[in-house]
């Protein structure tokens, strides 16, 4: 089965602080993804990763940065919390299946509340 | 650009109620059209998956029907049971790509 996990499930932080948000999947996957899900607005895509240290920008990356160092890790940096970033984080991977076709794989999930 | 639009919840229905969450979508091509399931605490499942005009995606119960003359995609169950209360997103999936642009969410609470 692919596994997809993260560092935390619950965190609190305040504001001001560096936060490291950290994924791992165990499935070799070369794309790698973190989104910020909030209520009526559902994912959103915040950075992505296709290979060990490339990253694009996603929809929403003011106030992230990522670091991908290693293949099965990819993380998300909140460089100065603020209250706004209050949010489930979820990371994903996803696996190509056939030509033009993938299967993504989404970890638990880290709620985050910054004060 | 791609975009996915589904009906507002929370949804609340009785044990055995028929269950209809619309969901509509824009996009260019020929996308790939997914519904996920988010059960309380966990992170996304994807529930089924249809990649091409008229499939039906199916599992555990639930169905949706690719239909491109409206653009829509919307997941149906018969009878629903409590253990299906969960949030369901509606996503899309470009032809060729990576990237899932998902609708808002529709949370479902089944009454028993």
């Known amino acids: 089965d692919v596994k997809v996990t993260q560092s935390s499930r619950y965190l609190v932080k305040r504001t001001g602080e560096k936060v490291f948000l950290e994924c791992v999947q165990d499935m070799d996957h070369e794309n790698m993804f973190w989104y910020r899900q909030d209520p009526g607005l559902g994912l959103r895509l915040i950075y992505f990763?296709?290979?060990?240290?490339?990253?694009e920008k996603g929809d929403i990356p003011e106030g992230y940065s990522v670091s991908r160092e290693k293949k099965e890790r990819f993380s998300l940096i909140l460089e100065s919390a603020s209250t706004n970033q209050t949010s489930m984080y979820l990371c994903a991977s996803i696996q190509k299946i056939g030509t033009g076709s993938y299967e993504q794989y989404f970890g638990p999930g880290t709620r985050l509340t910054v004060t | 650009g791609n975009s996915v639009t589904q009906m507002e919840g929370p949804v609340t229905l009785s044990e055995e109620a028929f269950l209809t969450i619309n969901c509509t979508y824009t996009a260019t091509g020929y996308p790939s059209l997914f519904w996920y399931v988010q059960y309380p605490g966990e992170g996304l499942q994807l529930l089924l998956k249809?990649?091409?005009?008229?499939d039906k995606g199916s599992n555990k119960g639930f169905e949706a029907t690719y239909r491109k003359e409206t653009t829509s995609f919307h997941l149906e169950k018969g009878s629903v049971q409590v253990s299906d209360s969960a949030v369901y997103f509606c996503a899309l999936r470009g032809t060729g790509g990576f990237k899932t642009i998902f609708g808002a969410g529709t949370r479902l609470f089944v009454k028993a």
């Open positions: 249809a990649t091409k005009a008229d």
């Open positions: 990763s296709y290979d060990v240290k490339m990253k």
